[in-house]
């Protein structure tokens, strides 16, 4: 088996608040193989974000500080290196799109600039070789017109051509590492199909590893190879795809999974568990789930359970799963 592309360790990050301290990366491990996909799933404030802004050296300072562990890129440990060796490998080596890419493409400048500037930040090539390729590009994630369109500026495109653009701008020096943070969400339905449907061809294309953040259980089964649960700054849950949706373990996941199609957006959302994410400021002793799990008993609001291997490339948090 090939080494994996990425490989966090014990990562633990943690926000300095005035309020306190949030531990919203709270010793997390997990790893992604070439060419592999892993989603990332959780309710709404679980660290997910947070997870991806450290793999990619962009977790704000402040109030984040890296308080511990690896994040291993083809071997090689990103937590030590410095901001601008983070610059160089960002766009380069990994990339990330993000849900709102109005946040990410500059307003000033057009398409055409932004998507040049990458590839002359990175690879030594002539202005005419990076208006080629960078058109090449626009072609291939179907934008029509793709000449004319390099001399747009953001705002003069839909959001699923901006979604598009930003697709393209992370691709265009084929990382080994694709992070796409909801990367659908904030599309019409029609869009997000197309916009995934893009997402999966060139995966299979460039043949990256693609680290992929939703919310939506139909985008993880169509799309994932392997599926991380995420609560409360911890994974805890792990499995292969199929695995996950046959068998899940963790009484957090299984509670997930017994989602009710949302028939207002069309798409399948996550269920909601009685109760909430608990404040990550005060986060309860034991397992962090137990004051919202249907079968806590005494040991889990004493003791935290650590992920344990239940059957090869299963793992997870829960004692009662272990048992
Ligand atoms: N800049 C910040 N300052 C303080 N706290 C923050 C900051 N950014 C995130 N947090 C907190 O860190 C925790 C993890 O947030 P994160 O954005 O990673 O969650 P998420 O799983 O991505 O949620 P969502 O599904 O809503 O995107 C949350 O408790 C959040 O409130
Ligand atoms: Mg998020």
Redesign the pocket.
């Known amino acids: 088996m090939a080494d994996p592309v990425l490989d966090v360790r014990d990562l633990h990050v943690a926000l300095h608040t005035r309020r306190g301290v949030i531990h919203a990366v709270d010793h997390v491990s997990l790893h992604i193989d070439p060419g592999e996909t892993l989603a990332l799933v959780g309710e709404?404030g679980c660290g997910?974000?947070?997870t991806?802004l450290s793999v990619i050296g962009l977790v704000p300072k402040p109030p984040g500080v890296i308080e511990g562990g690896q994040v291993l890129l083809g071997g090689d440990d990103l937590v030590p290196k410095s901001d601008e060796e983070m610059r160089r490998l960002r766009g380069d080596r990994m990339a990330m799109v993000f849900?709102e890419p109005m946040t990410s493409l500059d307003p000033v400048f057009t398409i055409g600039a932004q998507l040049m500037e990458t590839l002359l930040a990175h690879r030594a090539i002539s202005r005419a070789d990076a208006h080629a390729q960078s058109v090449a590009m626009l072609k291939r994630v179907q934008i029509p017109e793709a000449e004319r369109r390099m001399d747009n500026y953001p705002h003069e495109l839909s959001g699923g051509m901006r979604q598009r653009v930003m697709i393209a701008i992370a691709l265009l020096c084929r990382p080994d590492l694709l992070i796409a943070?909801?990367p659908t969400t904030a599309l019409d339905v029609t869009t997000q199909a197309q916009i995934l449907e893009l997402l999966r061809e060139l995966r299979g294309e460039f043949g990256m590893a693609l680290l992929l953040?939703t919310h939506a259980l139909g985008v993880v089964a169509e799309m994932a190879d392997r599926v991380a649960v995420m609560y409360a700054g911890r994974v805890v849950e792990t499995a292969g795809v199929e695995e996950i949706f046959a068998n899940p373990r963790h009484p957090y996941t299984k509670g997930l999974l017994a989602s009710i199609p949302d028939l207002a957006d069309g798409q399948e959302r996550l269920a909601t568990i009685p109760g909430t994410v608990p404040n990550l400021l005060h986060k309860p002793p034991g397992c962090c789930f137990w004051p919202r799990c249907p079968i806590a008993e005494a040991r889990c609001r004493a003791q935290e359970p650590a992920l344990a291997e239940l059957a090869p490339g299963h793992q997870a948090a829960c004692w009662k799963a272990s048992a």
Do not use: G, R, V
Request: aromatic share 0%; charged share 35%; proline share 0%.
């Open positions: 709404s997910k974000t947070m991806a849900q943070d909801e953040i």
